[in-house]
């Protein structure tokens, strides 16, 4: 009897102790996971969920639709204009970023008196709050009294004043070149963090097998840098997908819808009109959006990853 | 009853009056009247003080003490309402409210100017939504009247105001009415305005004609660099024009019975047809219009550089400033032209006031905003803030004629403003209009934009 009893016991310990041990990691995370699912989780769901409905916030109308605001979606001629604006100004701004800050990151770092100030110097546009780049871009580009229409025409680059905000032609493409200058120093940097990381010694042993400068960027710094490229540029794409406040400020979207994008739609729908099942969808849309354009610069990422490997 | 209303002195006495003029014994000593000063004083008076002070002692004794009487104290109210100054701000305008009675508290939320009129509308339309009763008393923009009313959310002032309501320019009642209710009181007027420059040797012109003559010749003289200056960004400023331009062709957007659409019909599509000549064919406004809103277009103006400008009645402040202007004293105010046997129509804006439908002070909101609307108030906003009296009473009154000179000749403008499109989904049409309207301007493809616009209006004006 008193053996089986101290068996029961050693027994039993082990028993109580394991739940507990099981346990305790799920409750150390428990705070993470609340908050992630109150800040992240569940607004995203909630969004999907009003998508689904016809809430406008200024009139009785609340029920389930379905999918009738996605229906309403794709056959809206105003969306689809967005969703091509969207992707041109992710497409062309990342591309333009990623060029120019590789040129800058390749200078900067080379060894030159002054280094550490033009690489401080390099972040301040970056670090000018969006709306400030947006009126100063606005003065700049001002048809009548802009400083860029008084110089292209001092060179006798243009025959008359252009009108860079209002015709639909050029609105884009300057608003493309406000972002370019705002947010290349910080393609810049976290490229230049990426060629730091690249030995040295590489591109002077391809020197000493008679590479030209241009071989060694081309075929041993470039390939090396890669991911950080990618990843630069992902970040980039995301972002820039998202534009909103240079849009806002300088155009409001026009002359024409020629400068609508997703974002400036669903605001629009959203705080203007106050349609938050119809907003909901068009958000949901970028989010799906966004979503592909990770994924598939997370492809690129993958395959890059594998051959660094192999 | 009475007991209450001895109460209500207790704290009047606390709040406002200044202690030399009542004097009244600690409360919490429950006394006689034996701190009251003896000269100076009528019976009246004194019959006041000594009930106050009986008053004071029994609440003291009924309620355990001071903080009791202090609790029944004045209705707290809050009341939010876009920006606005000049001399004075808002808050000191709600302030002096405050002191001049001791019943009503008003606390003043400010919300964003009236330039981002946007952001005012969002945190206006989440406060309603929750229906708490937050705030009590509003200010919105004209064109929200129909909205806050058919959400129910605005208070019908009918049972309050309704013998007051001839007193304001009617068509301000007008457009502060919804399905025949008055869901709104007329705070201040504004509307779109010509202003020219008197000193280029024209006169000023009343027909669209005159206009473009006029300009033409001011522009080949050498004079200014800018005919007629308007706004065209794809904002709301475009529907402001817009309304001013069909109107002035007798024309609509959208009939009175809030469902028929006419921005296709032939008066419509001549004024948006002028509106892109006006850039294109005649020359005489730069096509940096359609990126331009009202800012934009009034510092070319008071710089000198242009012969017209449409704008609202803020710019006539800046014109005769000599720090910002350099056409002080050169500038005039008349309606906006008109085409052919038709009459000037300028876009109605301005600020009213609302009473929160939830709210749970309804005899005091009520109160605070009679105060806020009354001739003296308004006499108040327009000579130390600018803004345009809705009382055609008040309009005449000598203080503006020497505090606000350019308000009086304006009457007429007022008088013929008329609103924007009224239906409670006001913020979707005007969405549309921006969008097709500046298409419209941009490509010239006029006839076509305006059917694309109509068709979606009516979509929207149905549902």
Request: hydrophobic share 45%; charged share 20%; with cysteine.
């Amino acid at each position: 009897m008193p053996i089986a009893k101290t068996m029961t016991h050693a027994d039993l310990a082990p028993r109580f102790k394991l739940p507990r041990w099981r346990l305790g990691p799920f409750v150390l995370v428990v705070p993470a996971l609340v908050f992630v699912g109150a800040v992240s989780v569940y607004p995203v769901l909630l969004g999907l969920w009003l998508s689904l409905r016809n809430t406008t916030l200024s009139s009785p109308e609340d029920a389930f639709v379905g999918l009738a605001n996605y229906q309403q979606l794709l056959s809206d001629g105003g969306f689809w204009n967005a969703w091509i604006h969207t992707i041109e100004f992710m497409g062309a701004s990342t591309l333009l970023e990623t060029v120019v800050g590789l040129g800058m990151a390749l200078v900067m770092s080379e060894r030159f008196l002054g280094r550490g100030v033009v690489r401080a110097a390099v972040l301040i546009p970056w670090a000018i709050p969006t709306v400030v780049t947006s009126k100063m871009f606005g003065w700049l580009f001002d048809g009548q009294h802009g400083i860029v229409n008084y110089l292209l025409r001092s060179c006798g680059l243009i025959p008359g004043n252009l009108n860079w905000y209002g015709s639909p032609e050029l609105a884009l493409p300057t608003i493309i070149i406000a972002d370019v200058w705002k947010t290349t120093p910080f393609m810049a940097l976290l490229l230049l963090a990426g060629l730091q990381t690249i030995p040295r010694s590489l591109s002077e042993a391809a020197a000493i097998d008679g590479a030209s400068p241009w071989k060694r960027f081309w075929s041993v710094r470039l390939p090396l840098l890669a991911p950080s490229l990618l990843i630069a540029a992902l970040f980039r794409a995301l972002d820039a997908f998202r534009i909103f406040d240079l849009v806002y400020v300088l155009t409001g979207g026009g002359p024409a819808d020629s400068t609508e994008v997703l974002s400036t739609l669903t605001y629009k729908n959203l705080f203007s009109a106050l349609q938050f099942g119809y907003g909901s969808a068009l958000s949901t849309t970028m989010f799906v959006t966004e979503i592909l354009v990770a994924i598939g610069f997370g492809f690129f990422l993958l395959k890059r990853f594998r051959e660094v490997q192999l | 009853m009475r007991f209450s209303a001895h109460l209500e002195y207790v704290d009047m006495h606390k709040n406002a009056v200044p202690p030399n003029t009542l004097s009244l014994p600690d409360l919490s000593a429950a006394g006689a009247p034996d701190g009251l000063p003896a000269s100076g004083v009528n019976r009246r008076e004194f019959i006041k003080r000594t009930g106050l002070a009986l008053a004071g002692a029994t609440a003291a004794s009924t309620f355990v003490g001071p903080r009791r009487v202090w609790a029944a104290g004045p209705v707290e109210l809050t009341f939010a309402s876009a920006k606005f100054y000049g001399k004075q701000t808002i808050a000191e305008v709600v302030n002096a409210f405050n002191g001049s009675q001791s019943k009503i508290h008003v606390t003043y939320k400010e919300l964003p100017p009236p330039s981002s009129s946007t952001e005012v509308h969002q945190t206006l339309v989440q406060q309603l939504a929750r229906r708490n009763g937050d705030p009590d008393v509003f200010t919105q923009d004209i064109i929200w009247i129909a909205e806050f009313a058919a959400a129910k959310w605005a208070l019908p002032l009918d049972e309050y105001f309704k013998d007051s309501a001839k007193d304001y320019f009617s068509g301000m009642v007008q457009a502060c009415t919804w399905q025949g209710k008055l869901t709104a009181l007329p705070w201040f007027v504004d509307s779109g305005m010509l202003y020219y420059r008197k000193d280029l040797g024209f006169n000023a012109p009343t027909s669209w004609q005159e206009l473009i003559a006029s300009a033409k010749q001011a522009t080949s003289s050498g004079g200014v660099k800018f005919g007629f200056l308007w706004q065209a960004k794809q904002a709301e400023v475009l529907v402001c024009d817009l309304v001013s331009f069909i109107g002035s062709n007798g024309g609509a957007i959208l009939q009175p019975d809030g469902k028929t659409v006419s921005i296709a019909d032939e008066p419509a599509v001549e004024a948006v047809q002028l509106m892109r000549d006006l850039i294109n064919k005649e020359q005489i406004t730069p096509s940096d219009v359609l990126s331009w809103d009202e800012e934009p277009s009034r510092r070319p103006f008071t710089a000198g550089e242009a012969a017209f400008l449409r704008n609202w009645s803020y710019v006539w402040k800046i014109a005769q400033s000599d720090a910002e202007s350099k056409v002080v004293d050169k500038v005039a105010v008349v309606p906006l032209p008109h085409f052919p046997n038709k009459k000037s129509a300028a876009a109605l804006g301005g600020y009213q006031y609302g009473i929160n439908a939830s709210s749970k002070k309804r005899e005091g909101a009520v109160e605070f905003v009679r105060w806020m609307s009354s001739p003296e108030t308004q006499l108040r906003f327009a000579t130390q803030l600018g803004l345009c009296p809705t009382r055609a009473a008040v309009f005449d009154r000598p203080e503006i004629a020497k505090e606000q000179a350019f308000m009086q000749p304006l009457k007429d403008v007022f008088l013929g403003a008329i609103p924007r499109p009224v239906t409670p989904k006001y913020p979707q049409v005007t969405l549309v209009l921006q969008s097709e309207v500046s298409r419209a301007l941009t490509n010239g493809n006029v006839k076509e934009a305006l059917q694309t616009a109509k068709e979606k209006i009516t979509t929207i004006v149905k549902a």
